[in-house]
């Protein structure tokens, strides 16, 4: 078990975190239990989580990252309210990032705030959305534009877990892991892209990695003023191809399918910016396309990809902030850049991909 400390909470990670949150619950006395969980947690986690709660009362939504809403929200407020909770409350996230960002936002909100535990169920969840503090929802199809900093009082991180994953889930998390990796140091990455992530008995090692490195820049820079931007690497992109997926696409992409286009993209601007070798370049690109399916970008509108962009909550004076990589393991801040040289970024991408990708990625309508 390893138990990583952090300001305020602790983050415990192995096959015994579900027997350390019995005792934590024990030891708090919270005067009601109450668990969210989503359609797909309810069915493959919830059983497993369950016997080590004495009592608890279940409130579920419905599965997906569009479910990270005001609607869902007025939803958990409501049902708290109906069950009388109060300030000695705790609610429990069992899920991915969709479940612990809306979960923590209204634990954080409900009567000016109440204890709440994350208990992520996913890859993604487990190396980077549970950590960090940051709760909030999506406004429209505007990714996480409302929200709070507020840590849970603690984070359980029980690999088996992954077990219950599709492969495409469990795949996605690997781009979180990608990103911690690069902006950590040059052996970290080396290390990473030798090991085999969908390998059980190396699983757990990695994700103690990727919360270490999370979690030491966190804790320098709680509130993203400054070092903890280096996280957004591969998101400004990323994050308005998810949105636009989620608009869209039947099949929306996942988070960390749509964050790892954004990696590529924005490892060509940190070579046409700030001279990233070639390389190091051809390097990520290689790796990270190795393991995602290309998406269809050339149907995408690249005006809506740009408005979105603009509507990022990392910018500043109208401009479109990027974190970049000047090497792999030197990421450098507040960097932004032309219209015309983001479009070539999207460009780089499009001309990665064979003539007909319909069947290799969820497609666009």
């Not at 990670?13 to 579900?18: R, V």
């Not at 780089?348 to 319909?358: G, K, R, S």
Request: net charge neutral.
């Amino acid at each position: 078990m390893k138990v990583y400390e952090s300001k305020g909470y602790n983050i415990y990670n192995g096959t015994e975190a579900l027997d350390f949150l019995f005792q934590y619950l024990i030891e708090k006395d919270y005067s009601t239990v109450f668990v969210l969980t989503d359609s797909n947690t309810q069915k493959h986690c919830l059983p497993q989580l369950s016997p080590y709660l004495i009592d608890f009362k279940h409130i579920s939504i419905d599965a997906g990252e569009n479910a990270k809403n005001i609607k869902n929200g007025e939803k958990i407020w409501t049902f708290l309210a109906d069950h009388y909770a109060d300030r000695k409350t705790v609610l429990i996230n069992l899920g991915g990032g969709t479940i612990t960002d809306l979960g923590g936002f209204c634990a954080a909100t409900y009567k000016r705030g109440i204890d709440f535990i994350h208990v992520p169920t996913t890859l993604l969840g487990m190396v980077d959305a549970s950590i960090g503090g940051k709760q909030g929802i999506d406004l429209n199809y505007f990714k996480n534009s409302v929200g709070v900093f507020k840590h849970p009082v603690a984070i359980f991180i029980y690999p088996g877990f992954l077990k219950t994953l599709p492969k495409r889930q469990l795949t996605a998390g690997v781009a979180e892991m990608m990103k911690h990796a690069l902006i950590s140091d040059k052996d970290e990455w080396d290390k990473f892209t030798k090991m085999n992530v969908h390998d059980e008995e190396k699983i757990v090692l990695l994700i103690s990695k990727s919360v270490k490195i999370k979690r030491e820049i966190v804790n320098k820079d709680p509130q993203e003023k400054n070092i903890r931007k280096v996280l957004n690497f591969g998101h400004t992109i990323g994050h308005a191809i998810e949105s636009y997926s989620l608009k869209h696409d039947s099949n929306p992409l996942l988070h960390g399918e749509a964050i790892a286009i954004g990696i590529i993209c924005e490892t060509w601007l940190s070579y046409k910016l700030l001279q990233v070798s070639k390389k190091e370049a051809e390097e990520v690109v290689e790796f990270v396309t190795g393991y995602f399916p290309v998406y269809p970008l050339a149907k995408v509108n690249q005006n809506e990809l740009l408005d979105l962009m603009r509507n990022d909550k990392k910018n500043e004076d109208d401009l479109i902030n990027f974190s970049l990589l000047k090497k792999i393991g030197k990421p450098i801040i507040n960097q932004t850049t032309s219209d015309a040289l983001i479009r070539e970024a999207l460009n780089f991408y499009i001309q990665l991909q064979p003539n007909d990708t319909a069947t290799q990625a969820p497609s666009t309508n």
